[in-house]
């Protein structure tokens, strides 16, 4: 039985711990949030208000969930590794890159199961299509495109709302939201990325496009029903229930609990009257050694899907969205549709299609057998997806083609 500290016990470490005890193979003994009502979520482990509380004692688990806030992660995560704990990390790793190298470095000296939480790799869609992309069903890979479709509720309620709204407050949209999906790209092409160049910008959630009468809060709003991103009709439908997304807003998820949080808290806000700052749609162009290339697209203006991809090889390609792959041969003119059988839809309540699943077995087999061979992401491969989104957005600011340096 693994034994768990859980640092950040928000909708993310929550999840990831609940998982685990859920699989029978661990329980949680410790908790650190400066909520009581969230170490309220584990009653049989030992709570504190402060993770330095726990990291000044003597190691109390096997392991460590670090859920904080992005800006947060970086002393825990270097801390916890000097004490030798096994570590699970919240994408992205931190914020800054030497922050990231930080993390690398002290993982490595404390030779500790190290692995970030990019739980797309996890999935038995990634499975699969990684499957078929090594057996070589459609000879080398040319080139891909792959969509990452936010939803245009989840942009509205994490990013123009939200924990991630600002850069200042936590750290870019890409970096953010979509370093699962370089590291995706580079894990299933299997090759790093060499140059990268980026637009996009904050089209939509502006005060310029706030429609005439709107009021600073949707429960006031006499134009709310027409809109798309009323939080009544976001929030209040779910009321009753104790998931993402209403676990964020409040600990009470009845009716009333629900309401009392759009009229005082950040999540009854106008889209449109916000202080958010990071992009609403952005795309991203990559090389990759050997000359692959590839095309990224996040947007928000999407249902809440599944991550939809196509790659073009020289023998055939693939087409797939999140639940099948659709394989056509060149050569024998066949096509062939293989269903993943996804756990989940797309999103954190849906558990990312088995993803997060997927990842905290693998974190536990690997604490248990002490063979690493489960994880699928080095640290130093975490380090590699986090450089390309930092090189994206220095392309997206800056108009230019970035080179990755060292890859």
């Known amino acids: 039985m693994v034994t768990l500290a859980v640092v950040g016990a928000g909708s993310r470490g929550t999840s990831y711990a609940r998982h685990a005890v859920e699989s029978g193979q661990a329980r949680v003994v410790a908790v650190a949030d400066p909520l009581d009502g969230r170490r309220g979520r584990f009653p049989e ?8 509380e726990l990291a000044a004692l003597p190691r109390q688990a096997d392991a460590v969930i670090i859920a904080t806030q992005d800006r947060d992660h970086v002393e825990p995560a270097v801390r916890f590794a000097e004490l030798g704990y096994d570590i699970l990390l919240e994408k992205p790793m931190a914020v800054s890159e ?65 924990n991630w709204r600002r850069t200042d407050e936590s750290t870019f949209m890409l970096l953010a939201k979509s370093c699962h999906d ?23 959630f502006t005060p310029e496009n706030r429609p005439p009468g709107a009021a600073d ?15 009544k009709r ?33 999540y009854g806000r106008c889209v449109y009257a916000c202080d958010n700052d990071v992009v609403d749609h952005q795309v991203v162009n990559m090389e990759f050694e050997g000359g692959t290339t590839a095309s990224f697209t996040m947007t928000a203006f999407t249902p809440a899907l599944h991550r939809q991809t196509r790659v073009f090889g020289t023998r055939g390609s693939i087409e797939g969205d999140g639940n099948l792959l659709t394989v056509h041969d060149f050569v024998t003119g066949r096509i062939e549709t293989v269903d993943t059988s996804a756990t989940g839809d797309a999103t954190a309540r849906g558990g990312h299609g088995g993803g997060d699943e997927g990842l905290v077995e693998a974190f536990l087999k690997a604490i248990a057998t002490r063979d ?30 970035v080179t990755l340096r060292g890859v």
Request: hydrophobic share 40%.
């Open 45 to 52: 482990a030992t709570p504190y208000a402060d993770w330095r």
């Open 182 to 204: 370089l590291d995706w790209l580079v894990h299933v092409t299997g090759r790093r990325v060499t140059r990268v160049s980026s637009f996009g910008n904050l089209h939509h």
């Open 98 to 162: 030497d922050d990231c190298r930080a993390i690398v470095a002290a993982s490595e000296r404390s030779d500790a199961i190290f692995a970030v939480c990019h739980v797309l790799r996890y999935t038995p869609y990634t499975r699969a299509l990684k499957a078929l992309l090594d057996a070589g069903r459609i000879g080398e890979i040319v080139n891909i495109q792959h969509l990452e479709p936010v939803g245009w509720w989840h942009q509205a309620h994490s990013y123009v709302r939200g």
């Open 372 to 401: 690493r061979t489960s994880i699928l992401s080095a640290p130093g491969e975490s380090l590699h997806s986090h450089l390309i989104a930092w090189a994206a957005e220095n392309s997206r600011l800056t108009g230019e083609t």
């Open 217 to 231: 809060r949707c429960l006031d709003c006499a134009v709310e029903p027409d809109c798309a991103y009323s939080a």
């Open 234 to 266: 976001i929030y209040l439908p779910r009321a009753g229930r104790h998931e993402w997304p209403l676990s964020v807003l409040t600990d009470d998820v009845s009716e009333q609990g629900v309401l009392e949080a759009l009229r005082t808290g950040p």
